[in-house]
């Protein structure tokens, strides 16, 4: 038999984003000192799940896609994490993004364990009718994984409360309940949260104000960027411009736009859902995703996607402040860069926590079956996003290192110390 020998692959600043996840639980498990056993068990994923999904195309042809969920760990409590629909959803993404779910929702402290899935699909090349039998068929093809008290999800990039109603539906109807617990980020009808869609946004803003307090820049004072406006993006620029900041610069798939002087994120977001792309604003600049991520300013907000702060454009950062919107969107070798130009990382496993956060306040709701009012949802989200960033920058302090590696410290610490206690079954 003939064996091609291939070339190991260039190391390359694309980083896996598995690889760039475990270059920092790694360097947080040395600082920590965890034992060899508890290192092995929180490196590896509980379950991955790969799973088929065959469903008939509006042209009455059949189409296969592949489908994915990961559960990570289940330790802190039932798993819990988004649905991404999106063409280069892979195994090894989900995994790195299911232990992001984990130490995020230790540095939060809420009960659950990560996970993440997703199907690999251009939803914008599929019908309604075509994203929801993909949708039915994929939960059922999970029934046995998905529950109340199992594994939860959640909306994530390209899926929406739609999409959730249509997971929660297919669940009850198989379980013969109404299972709301089983979903969260559904419509508020369904059993949602008041707050959910916006939590996300919410909390970046909260983290945003808490750093430039820690940098002594008063909000009024402060410029930022925030790169993507999806849900996250969107809100968190509209939600940082009402506390004063000046948004000098946006950007989304389409490109960026620029203003020195500000934009008006009411008169963008107008603009935005007329023509689906922040381009073409009239009151502003358009400049490149590369140069808006460049910019001189306070604040910069990556809310896009991974990858996108780099070895190569880290050198060129003008910001003093980063707060990740998105989840790894600065590589792990961008990470001491970034340290030695004395930007102030807040890293996604703080930063964007508050949708998960809503996300644990709407099970809460759910399995209650008495749901709070917006301003409870809101001062509790702040009570818990403030401590976590209290503990995260204590963490940092006490250890001398980066907020990222405070954050992954405090999650890992937090985690491995809840499975001593539970002790390993069998
Ligand atoms: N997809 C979101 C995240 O990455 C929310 C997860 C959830 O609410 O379960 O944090």
Redesign the pocket.
């Known amino acids: 038999m003939e064996h091609t020998y291939k070339e190991p692959a260039p190391i390359t600043d694309k980083e896996n984003p598995f690889e760039s996840m475990m270059a920092r639980f790694e360097h947080a498990a040395q600082i920590l000192g965890l034992e060899d056993g508890a290192y092995q068990y929180l490196k590896s994923p509980v379950k991955q799940i790969i799973t088929s999904i065959p469903i008939i195309m509006d042209n009455g042809s059949i189409q296969v896609f592949e489908g994915y969920r990961v559960i990570h760990n289940d330790i802190l409590g039932p798993s ?3 649905l ?1 629909f999106a063409p280069d959803v892979t195994l090894d993404e989900m995994k790195a ?1 299911a232990a ?2 984990t130490w ?1 929702c230790a540095v939060v402290n809420i009960p ?1 364990g990560g996970a ?1 899935g997703g199907i690999k699909c251009d939803p914008a090349k599929l019908s309604l009718n075509e994203l929801e039998k993909l949708t039915r068929r994929f939960t059922a093809n999970l029934l046995d994984i998905f529950g109340p008290e199992r594994d ?5 990039m390209n899926t929406n409360e739609q999409v959730m109603a249509w997971v929660m539906d297919t669940y009850s109807m198989h379980t013969k309940t109404t299972a709301r617990a089983v979903v ?2 559904k419509p508020l009808i369904l059993g949602g949260s008041l707050g959910r869609r916006e939590a ?1 946004g919410r909390g970046v803003m909260m983290v945003s104000i808490a750093a430039l307090k820690k940098k002594g820049i008063s909000p009024d004072a402060a410029t930022a960027v925030v790169q993507g406006f999806g849900n996250v993006g969107s809100v968190s620029a509209q939600l940082l411009a009402e506390k004063g900041i000046k948004i000098i610069g946006l950007g989304d798939i389409s490109g960026g736009i620029y203003n020195s002087r500000g934009l008006s994120i009411a008169q963008v977001m107008e603009y935005f859902t007329r023509n689906r792309a922040l381009t073409g604003f009239p009151e502003a600049e358009s400049i490149s995703n590369e140069d808006l991520l460049e910019l001189q300013c306070d604040l910069l907000v990556p809310a896009a996607k991974e990858d996108q702060i780099t070895k190569h454009n880290a050198p060129r950062l003008r910001c003093k402040i980063i707060t990740e919107g998105a ?1 790894g969107p600065t590589t792990a070798a961008a990470d001491p860069i970034l340290e030695d130009k004395g930007i102030l990382v807040v890293p996604d496993i703080l930063a ?2 508050g ?2 956060t ?2 644990y306040f709407e099970w809460v709701q759910d399995r209650t079956g008495y749901f709070w009012s917006l301003d409870k949802v809101n001062k509790r989200l702040e009570r818990m996003m403030h401590e976590a960033f209290d503990n995260v920058y204590h963490h940092a302090g006490t250890y001398k290192v980066s907020l990222r590696l405070g954050a992954y410290v405090l999650a890992i610490n937090k985690v491995a110390s809840t499975l001593k206690i539970r002790g390993i079954y069998g």
Request: net charge positive; aromatic share 8%.
């Open positions: 819990k994490g988004g991404r993004l992001w779910m995020k659950f993440k939860i999800p959640a909306p994530d969260t980020g996300t989840n964007n926590a949708g998960v809503v996300s």
